[in-house]
């Protein structure tokens, strides 16, 4: 092999190299699926397959094509909430068309040492996840004296803005019951991408019940655990026509304020 094809070999696998790892999520790095305004916009044809998304992390939460119920992964499965409060494992191939993943690193623990809500766990989050500017994970684990959580039904085309679905939620009343809370605190910048501020999903212990968390009151010795990225990946739609379309330009914060609350 002469020297100028042995060049012409290595260069060719130096810039393919660099083209994965500048495309592939890293270990420290929050990955999503579209962003936020535009599932508020009512884009909710899914386009990335559960078994894409868990290649690029094994915690995280998001939605389902159609809208079809609230996600929760939590150790590199996938769990699905539907409208009716019960819980399914959907096919790896069941699309989606908003979620955020990541590979879950503990980086600090720590156990409540009294009963707290949904307020004053922000607060305690914030005082142990300081940078706020940086992405952060949690998996929060514990018995809850009340857990109020909602779903979203399966919508058909044409489809609605999410601040009218919700109008219509579900919401499921918990007591006395243990599980798992997963999701994020995003930083302000993020807004129209993802939700500025936490964004958290609950799955009980026996798989049974859960949804996107609304209030809860939790025992003291709740276990905490946060992991910090400060990397960004993003997947936007290909295939979906209504993604092209969807105007992005409008300020959607007090329709995202609706939904989360």
């Known amino acids: 092999m002469t020297k100028k ?3 012409r070999f ?3 696998l130096t810039i393919t190299y660099f083209l994965c790892a500048c495309s592939s999520p890293r270990q420290d790095s929050l990955s999503q699926v579209s962003t936020i305004d535009a599932l508020l916009a009512g884009v909710y044809e899914g386009d990335v397959s559960l078994k894409q998304l868990l290649e690029m992390g094994d915690t995280g939460i998001g939605t389902f094509d159609c809208l079809d119920g609230e996600m929760l992964v939590l ?3 996938v769990y699905q909430i539907k409208s009716d409060g019960k819980v399914y494992m959907p096919s790896i191939d069941t699309k989606t068309p908003f979620a955020g993943v990541v590979y879950f690193q503990v980086e600090d623990t720590l156990v409540s040492k009294q009963e707290i809500d949904y307020p004053s766990l922000k607060k305690m989050l914030d005082g142990i996840a300081p940078h706020k500017n940086l992405f952060y994970a949690f ?4 018995t809850f004296k009340r857990m109020q959580t909602r779903s979203v039904p399966r919508q058909k085309k044409p489809f609605p803005p999410l601040a009218e679905v ?3 939620q579900p919401i499921f009343n918990m007591k006395n019951i243990s599980g798992t809370i997963v999701g994020f605190r995003c930083p ?3 807004k129209g991408i993802n939700v500025p501020g936490y964004h958290l999903h609950f ?3 026996d798989r049974q019940h859960g949804g996107h968390v609304l209030q809860f009151e ?5 276990s905490v655990e946060i992991d910090c990225s400060n990397t960004f990946f993003m997947v936007l739609p290909r295939s979906g026509k209504s993604f092209n379309k969807v105007d992005l330009k409008i300020d959607r914060t007090k329709e995202l304020h609706k939904v989360e609350q």
């Open 188 to 190: 302000p910048y993020v």
């Open 166 to 168: 919700v109008k219509n």
């Open 5 to 7: 094809i042995l060049f």
């Open 139 to 142: 998996k929060i684990k514990g």
């Open 203 to 205: 799955i009980s212990d």
């Open 218 to 222: 939790m025992f003291k010795g709740a």
């Open 10 to 12: 290595f260069t060719l």
């Open 75 to 77: 150790d590199g499965k």
